[in-house]
DNA sequence: ACAAAAGTGTTGCACGTACACCCATGT
DNA sequence: ACATGGGTGTACGTGCAACACTTTTGT
């Protein structure tokens, strides 16, 4: 005596915020929407899941179809579920996060009509965006300057080949504030991670510094038992937005 | 010349995962479903949001009407949503999870016919689930182990005064491991939300413990103005699943 | 008196912080 | 030669980790 259960279909979108780094700037990538609901507005990188893929699937497709960015390593951030936040009715929205590197990937051209282009913008020069999505982009702000303390993802957002004065400098960006050199260098050298080039800067009208890479293989074989359930309940800083 | 645009209504649930503690175990909250599908299945209280509720006030609801808790601080975990998680179609669903002190919230009574009881079960012996709720499940419990470790949780699931030997069991407990008694009371008592109180325990068969509160306001101030954006990178220890 | 858990200090080490000068290179 | 960032070491303080015995209370 199996029931018949009727079948559900969901409607529900997924948006995106991809941060980069160029020009010594902090960038996020936006669209400018070419369909309605607010079209024309500038927004993040956003549409409906299908019903055949799954949330974190579909979040890559979405962002290749309107960016012309294939295979970004987001992740989610969080789920906006407010009432109104989608003027067609009840639409929740998935956000994904990624830092990337900007350099070499010129071409951002979305795939889809839902965008007319595709583009960086850096972070302190946001202008209004479509839906919640302010707030979106400011929670995955929040979100990443609290990472950056206890995740390699400045690596993510730099050239392969990077100076540690580069490094340093994105930290300083990223987390608001300056730190010291001799310290800075120091600390990041002791963990092992960065590999040393023969290469040097070029193209410079002063002394050329040393490259270095970030060696991913190095970084879990560093940190793969490290599951830091170690250490006493440390009670600062709180987490969330 | 406005365009009408399709009204779209969202189908989606919300699963929360409660933890307590009781009897020195740590347990979570689970109900068995007494509709379809999984009917007769323990699962964890979840249900479909509303159209006119957001996500939180949805969860809020949901979590009372299935297990009679009320106004419980929920916070959003991780959306799930793989493709064939749900057996009538495209259902995603946000999962949420709460840490709070089981005593005196004897009275578990499910509101509505959707559960035919909900109970406490230690996370040592949980059952086989509906739905992807042991993934949800685990994936909650991976997130408090390392939420412990920077945030004051352990006090929501400890009664309102404790002793320091049941606060040190608890992070025990949740980390898996042995602490140091001097180290661990040293540690807690320097932060200095800790008040103790003139009372002793009861009704032990040996030397009577002091008792102790968590002070939330003065944590607060302790810990209002320490974003904790200082320090450097600390490549160390992989936050997430 | 005994059983059971409460309570208590010191030392070494690792790590973070503060701080200033000489070096190499291109123009 | 000079301007510009590159590159380097030390001393101090803090906080974590390791470690064992005495005290109190109820039975």
Redesign the pocket.
């Known amino acids: 005596m199996e029931t018949v259960l009727p079948k559900f279909d969901s409607v529900f979108s997924i948006d995106c915020v991809i941060f980069g780094f160029e020009a010594g700037e902090l960038k996020i990538l936006l669209i400018e929407r070419n369909e309605e609901p607010f079209k024309d507005w500038y927004a993040l990188p956003g549409n409906f899941v299908g019903q055949n893929e799954s949330i974190d699937d579909g979040a890559k497709r979405i962002l290749y179809e309107l960016t012309g960015l294939r295979n970004m390593p987001i992740k989610q951030l969080h789920t906006f579920g407010e009432v109104n936040r989608h003027p067609q009715g009840r639409v929740i929205t998935v956000a994904y996060f990624a830092l990337i590197r900007i350099s070499g990937q010129k071409d951002l051209t979305p795939i889809t009509q839902y965008a007319r282009k595709a583009f960086w913008i850096p972070v302190n020069e946001m202008p209004k965006l479509a839906f919640d999505h302010t707030e979106i982009f400011r929670s995955a702000f929040s979100k990443i300057r609290k990472r950056l303390n206890y995740q390699p993802i400045a690596f993510d957002l730099l050239p392969e080949k990077f ?3 580069q490094l340093q400098s994105l930290y300083e960006i990223i987390l608001n504030k300056k730190l ?4 800075f ?3 990041m050298l ?1 963990y092992g991670f960065l590999k040393e080039l023969s290469e ?2 070029k193209g ?7 490259l270095y890479k970030f060696d991913r293989r190095k970084y879990n074989k560093i940190f793969q038992n490290d599951l830091n359930m ?3 309940p ?1 009670a600062a800083a709180s987490e969330e937005k």
């Open positions: 100076t540690l004065t010291d050199k001799r310290n260098r120091k600390k002791s040097k800067q410079v009208s002063y002394r050329a510094a040393k170690d250490a006493l440390a």
